[in-house]
C-alpha cells in the first residue's frame, strides 16, 4: 500500500507535530508489516477482523502492554479515518471499544530527587555553557515541555514581570508561566551572551545554536545526558510537579503552570514515589 507521501500531508494539514506524524506512520507501517506477513497479500484496506486479530497478536504474541497497544489502535483509527476520506475504503473498522482499559499508576512518575537535580544543575553551571544552564534551570523550575521551551521566541518572554507566554503547536491555545527569580537570572545571564552571536540578529526564538535559528531537541538530549544518565528533559517537568506540590501549590496551581488540560493528570503528583511505596509496602 503506497500511502506514506498522503498520509503524512493528511496529517500535516491536521496540523499534527512532527514527533506525531512520525509516530502514526511508524505504528502503521507495523500493521502492513504484520498483515503481509501473515497473509502474503498486500494491505489494500482495513479490515475489522483483521485489525481484531493484529491487536490479539500484540496481546498475547508480542505481550506489549495495555498503553502501547492503544497508541497503535489510536494510529490505526487515524489511518481508517484517512482511507475513507481518500475514497479507498467506506466504512469505519475501528472504535472507541476496541481501546484496552489502562490501569492509572498510584506511584508518582517522578524518578529524581531534589539533590539529585541540584547537583545536575550545579554540574552545567560549572561547565560555564549558560545557553545550557538556561534551558535546564527552566525546565526545572517552570515545568515546561521541551517542546514548549524550544519554541518560546523573545517577544513572548518578560524577565521584568517574571512571566512568559506558552504557545502549543497550533497556535490556538496559549497560557501564562511564571518564572522565579532563579530562572529569570539564569535566562537574563544567557540573553547577554546570546546578543553577542551572528544568529542573534536573524533568530526570534529564545534558544539558538551556532549556526541554527531554533535549538532542536536533539542537542538538548545529548546534553542532559552528558551530565545524567537519570535526569531527562521530561523528568525535570514529573519533577516541577512534585516540587511544587510539596512546597505548597494547590493541584490548579500545578496544573495551569504545567499545561495539564486534565487536573487527574496533576493529582498523580500527590502519590508517593515508588521507592516510597515500596517502603510502605513492608510496613504491612
Not at 487536573?263 to 498523580?268: A, D, F, P, S, Y
Request: hydrophobic share 35%; with cysteine; glycine share 4%.
Amino acid at each position: 500500500m503506497k500511502f506514506t507521501e498522503d498520509f503524512t500531508f493528511y496529517l500535516k494539514q491536521e496540523r499534527k507535530s512532527e514527533n506525531t506524524i512520525k509516530g502514526y506512520l511508524l505504528n502503521v507501517q507495523q500493521y502492513i508489516k504484520w498483515f503481509e506477513a501473515s497473509y502474503g497479500l498486500e494491505c489494500n484496506s482495513l479490515y475489522r477482523q483483521n485489525v481484531l486479530e493484529y491487536i490479539s497478536f500484540l496481546k498475547n504474541i508480542k505481550v506489549q502492554n495495555a498503553k502501547t497497544i492503544n497508541h497503535k489502535i489510536s494510529s490505526l483509527t487515524k489511518f481508517n479515518v484517512f482511507l475513507i476520506d481518500q475514497k479507498v475504503q467506506e466504512e469505519k473498522v475501528i472504535y472507541k471499544t476496541d481501546m484496552l482499559k489502562v490501569q492509572t499508576a498510584y506511584a508518582s512518575p517522578t524518578k529524581v530527587s531534589e539533590i539529585e537535580v541540584k547537583q545536575f544543575l550545579q554540574n552545567i553551571l560549572e561547565s560555564k555553557n549558560k545557553r545550557n544552564y538556561a534551558i535546564a534551570v527552566l525546565l526545572a523550575y517552570t515545568g515546561l515541555r521541551i517542546s514548549e521551551a524550544l519554541s518560546i521566541k523573545l517577544r513572548d518572554l518578560n524577565l521584568q514581570t517574571g512571566e512568559c507566554i506558552i504557545r502549543n503547536g497550533k497556535g490556538e491555545k496559549q497560557r501564562v508561566t511564571l518564572l522565579n527569580s532563579r530562572v529569570s537570572h539564569a535566562v537574563g545571564g544567557y540573553l547577554k551572551e546570546r546578543n553577542h552571536s551572528a544568529v542573534s540578529q536573524t533568530s526570534p526564538y529564545l534558544f539558538i545554536s551556532k549556526k541554527r535559528e531554533q535549538l532542536e531537541r536533539t542537542v538538548v538530549n545529548r546534553l542532559f545526558n552528558m551530565y545524567s544518565q537519570t535526569i531527562t528533559p521530561h523528568q525535570l517537568r514529573h519533577f516541577f510537579c512534585t516540587n511544587a506540590i510539596e512546597k505548597g501549590f494547590s493541584i490548579h496551581e500545578v496544573a495551569n503552570q504545567a499545561g495539564h488540560s486534565n487536573v487527574n493528570t496533576t493529582l498523580l503528583y500527590t502519590n508517593p514515589n515508588q521507592k516510597k511505596l515500596k517502603s510502605k509496602m513492608e510496613l504491612l
